[in-house]
Every structure is written in C-alpha cells, then in structure tokens.
C-alpha cells in the first residue's frame, strides 16, 4: 500500500505561482511513479505531469509547459509540482496518484493509488 497526502493548494490571482507537494509513505520503491491529475469544475479529469522515482524522467502536458515544473526530493519522498504563470483555466482540484511502473504514466487507470486532491482557484 501507498499512501499519498496533497498539499499547497490554494487561492491566488492569474499571473501567481503556487507549489503542490504530494508526500508518499507505506511501499515507496525505485519503481515508482507519480503523477499529476486535475479536475476543473464539470470537466473530465485530465494529466498533467509524471515523474518517475528511479529516474529524471519527467513529462508535462502541452497545456502546462513552460509554467509547471514536476521535480522530486527521494529523501522526502515527496514530489513537487511547482505552478508558475497560473491562469483561471488551471483551476481545479489536483490530485496526485501513483503506479508501480518505472516509466512516465499518463493514464489515469495505469495508476494504482490516489491522494485526497487540492484545491487550486486562480482568480482572474
């Protein structure tokens, strides 16, 4: 088992930043996984980033690139995704999710845990 808490989510205005962290505990492994999922009100669910343990290999959707950066600090097992520029249409709520797999994940059913989710409102 995996157990990943959300945290960073918040309030700010077009323009601002914010960082989201998701802290794992329970069977973290090198072959791990994490992603960043997000939800906009009434939209389907949609990736975001994906970063592997074991690995620098990182991917951030188009819609994000070049403002979000998905980075990870192994001793803390705890990955970051750090939000720059934010614009209305980022808000949501975010989730982190993870999947036994040393490989970038982008689908949501290749994941096997999820987090609580974070609420992120960018006021326009």
């Known amino acids: 088992q995996v157990q990943l808490v959300e945290s960073g989510g918040g309030l700010v205005q077009a323009g601002g930043s914010l960082r989201l962290a998701c802290a794992a505990s329970?069977?973290?492994?090198?072959?791990?996984?994490i992603g960043w999922f997000r939800q906009p009100p009434e939209k389907a669910q949609e990736f975001v980033a994906a970063?592997?343990?074991?690995?620098?290999?990182?991917r951030v959707s188009d819609s994000v690139k070049g403002r979000f950066t998905i980075s990870r600090d192994n001793a803390k097992n705890t990955v970051y995704l750090q939000m720059n520029g934010l614009k209305p249409e980022d808000t949501a709520v975010y989730y982190c999710a993870a999947a036994y797999r040393d490989t970038v994940v982008t689908t949501p059913r290749m994941y096997n845990y999820w987090g609580q989710g974070t609420q992120v409102t960018v006021s326009s």
């Open positions: 329970g069977r973290t492994s090198s072959s791990l996984s």
């Open positions: 970063i592997t343990w074991s690995s620098p290999s990182t």
